[in-house]
C-alpha cells in the first residue's frame, strides 16, 4: 500500500506554475531569469528535474529523436544535433517552456515519456545579430580561433535565421613537444626530439532556416552545410628523421522540410529529410628507407519521408498512425601503398544501399489525468 500511495502522489502531483492543460507543466521566461540565460539550450539545461536527451544517429527517423520539440514539433534534422539548434535560438524569443509528461493533443512524443516544448514568442519583428568568438592554443604552438555569426528575424508570422561559424575543438589534450628514445640492437640509445601537432576538429558551418504560415499550417525548411577536418601529426627528429599523420575529412550536407496543421479534426504532420556526406581518410608515415600510405573515401545519403496523422478522441485518449519510408547508401573506395608500391586490397570497392518501410499506430490513454479531483486529496 505504501508504494501505491506514493505513485498516486507522482501522477497527481503538479507545481504551482503548471498550465491549464493536463500534463504540462509550464515555465515561463521569467522562471529563468535568476541565471541569466543567453540560449535556449540555457534554459533547458535548468528545468527542475528534467535531463536533456539528444537522441540517437540510428538510421531513419523514428527511435532517433530526443526528448526537445520547438513550437511542438521535432526538428526536421540528423546532422544539425539537437545541442546545436537549442544553441542558436536566443533566450530572448523564447515566451516559456512546457514539460510534457505522457503526452498532449497535437504532440508527436516520438516514444519519449517526457519531453520539453521550446515555444516561441510570436509577433516579434525585432531582428537580432549574434557574435561570439574564441580560441584554443595548444602546447606544439599551435592557436585555432572559432568565430560564429548568427542572424535570427521575423516579419509577421514568418521567421527566419541564418548563422556561419568557424568551429575549433581539442578533442584529445596530447599535443606538445617530447622525446622519444631509441635504441638500436647493440647501438647506445639515440634520443629524437618529438613534436606532435593537430588533435583539433577544425571546421566551417552554415545554417539557414526559415518557418512560415502555409495551408492553414506552418512550413519549416532548413538547409545545413558543413565541413570538418581532424588532423593529428607527429615528427621525430633524429636518426634520419621520421613522421607519422593522419586526417580525416567530413562533409556533410542536409535539408529538412516540414509541414504540420490541421485538416478538419485531424492533426496531420508531413516531413522530408535529405542527407548527404563525403568522408576522407588518409594515413601515411615515412621514415629512412621506408614510407606507407593508406587512403579510404566514402559517399553515403540517407532520403526520409514521413507523414503523421493524430486524432483526439477526448482529452484522455488520443489516437495516432502514419507511415515512413527511407533510402540509405554507402560508396566505399580504398588503398594501399608501401614504398611507392600499390598493394591490393580486399574488398577495395564497396557499395550497399538499403530501402526500408514501416506503418505504425498509438493509442494514448491518460488513465488519471493530474488536475482532477484526486489532485486536490
Known sequence: ????????????????????????STYPASFFADSRPATAYDMVSRLPGFSLDTGTSARGFAGTAGNVLVDGARPTAKTD???????????????????????????DMQGQTVVANVVRRKGASAAQTIVTGRTTYTGAGQWSPALGVEYHGQSGA???????????EVWDDSPGNGYRVVTAPGGAPVYDRAVRTGILRVGYALHGGITTPLWGGEW???????NTDFPDGVR??????SRFDTITRLKNGE?????????????????????????????????????????????TGET???????????????????????????????????????IALPNANATVDERRGEVFASATWTAWPCGSSCCAS
Open 236 to 241: 621525430y627528429y633524429g636518426g634520419g628523421g
Open 158 to 168: 514568418t521567421s527566419y535565421e541564418l548563422s556561419l561559424s568557424r568551429t575549433s
Open 255 to 299: 535539408f529538412g522540410s516540414h509541414w504540420q496543421g490541421l485538416l478538419g479534426n485531424f492533426n496531420l504532420e508531413t516531413l522530408l529529410l535529405q542527407r548527404l556526406g563525403h568522408e576522407e581518410d588518409s594515413d601515411t608515415s615515412a621514415a629512412p628507407g621506408n614510407s606507407a600510405a593508406f587512403l579510404a573515401r566514402n559517399n
Open 81 to 107: 544535433d539537437l545541442s546545436s539548434i537549442l544553441t542558436r535560438i536566443p533566450a530572448a524569443s523564447v515566451d516559456h517552456i512546457e514539460v510534457i509528461h505522457g503526452g498532449a493533443p497535437g504532440i
Open 304 to 342: 526520409i519521408a514521413r507523414a503523421t496523422l493524430r486524432y483526439s478522441l477526448s482529452p484522455t485518449l488520443s489516437l495516432e498512425t502514419g507511415g515512413e519510408g527511407a533510402y540509405n547508401f554507402l560508396k566505399g573506395h580504398s588503398s594501399f601503398a608501401s614504398n611507392g608500391a600499390a
Open 1 to 24: 500500500m505504501k508504494k501505491a500511495a506514493i505513485l498516486w502522489v507522482f501522477l497527481c502531483t503538479v507545481p504551482a506554475w503548471a498550465g491549464p492543460d493536463q500534463g504540462i
Open 220 to 226: 519549416s525548411n532548413n538547409l545545413t552545410l558543413q
